[in-house]
């Protein structure tokens, strides 16, 4: 503000006061509080605004030069609806900054932030915890293989619901995949599209740039409005012959050597019904023989207790005692080479379709469930869906009425299996 010259005596600014300014001269507005124009050393006049924010802390903010679309009127305008920012915490002038850094931060940037910012658990869910590293690691995936090659040289401040249309479809129509050889041996990485992989990556999507909003780098969500395509994957289930298939397959990977843990892990989720991280994340701490319950500490939705089928707690008590129940290879630690035991009986000894994911296990412990009568309440419990979760702190062991229904479930797989 050096060289200028303020008027004291306030007027309301209209034309012929913008007019009459002078080099170096500044006025104020008698109806607004801190609005005011002034003409520097060229013939520019701008419009400014002067306030505090809510801490106490002075500001300049510049609305623009005179001219269209900045007259008086227009301008006094903005300052009016910059004021009632100010009234309700916000800072304008800082909030521009941040919105010009958008123009010029990327895609990639932000996506880049955004997961140091998860993995210092800065970001909570909805349940306010920080992200599993399981979830962690999804995202991290899903950003490099679908978000960063379509959008990632675009400024945050440009991306448009068309472009985020334009990912979505993409990825829909396997533009994105991909399939690499990783510097581990026989390791692959294969990267695949589909309408489940579009909606999963956009739902991502809007979470970040929900994150974008919260640093004010955009004023908006891009990804709102867009619609999702529904992922059919939840609607497989394992037919007859497949359980079959898979009774059959198990105990022939006993012979082809395929890891016994790692069978008895799979078998354990046909009879349970239970996630695969779940699963291969069990401790031994966790786990109540004598009552046949299980109470898991971190799963997705939380601490959760779930009842055991008889068949279900034959299975651990041949597992080795110590930290992990379905342990690895080289040790007492978490199996990481689940996956190659997954697709080398699943699909190479089974003979099983690629759609057959863990997931379907689960899907399909609960649609037999369904079809043996068991009420929706009972089988989430058994899954422990959410809103079933162990909210109730005191209680420490499954009730007979459930432990009754998983055995009636496994009892089912089990006979579905061929293994009676």
Known sequence: MDGVVVQNRRRRIGLREVRAL??????WDAAVIGFGARRQKSETVSYILFYRTAEGRQRWYTIGRHGSPWMPETARAEALRLLGEVARGGDPSVERQARRHGATLTVTDLCDR???DAEAGRLLTRRRVAKRPSTLTTDRSRITAHIKPVLGPIPVGAVTCDDVERLMHRIAEGGTSKRTKLDKRHALSNVRGGKGAASRTIGLLGAIMSYAVKLGLRSDNPVQGVVRPADGRRDRRLQPDEYRRL???LIAGEDDEVWGPGLAALRFMLLTGWRSGEVLGLRWSEVDLVRRTARLTDTKTGASMRPLAEAACSILREMFPGEVVFRAPGGDVEMKGFRRVWSRTVHRIAGLTEDVTPHVLR???A????????ADATIAALLGHRGHSVTRRYIHSADTALLAAADKVAAETIRLMGEV
């Open 22 to 27: 002078r080099s170096g001269e500044m006025i």
């Open 114 to 116: 955004y997961l140091d």
């Open 247 to 249: 009774g059959e397959a």
């Open 363 to 365: 899907h399909s412990y």
């Open 367 to 374: 649609s037999l469930a369904a079809d043996l009568g068991l």
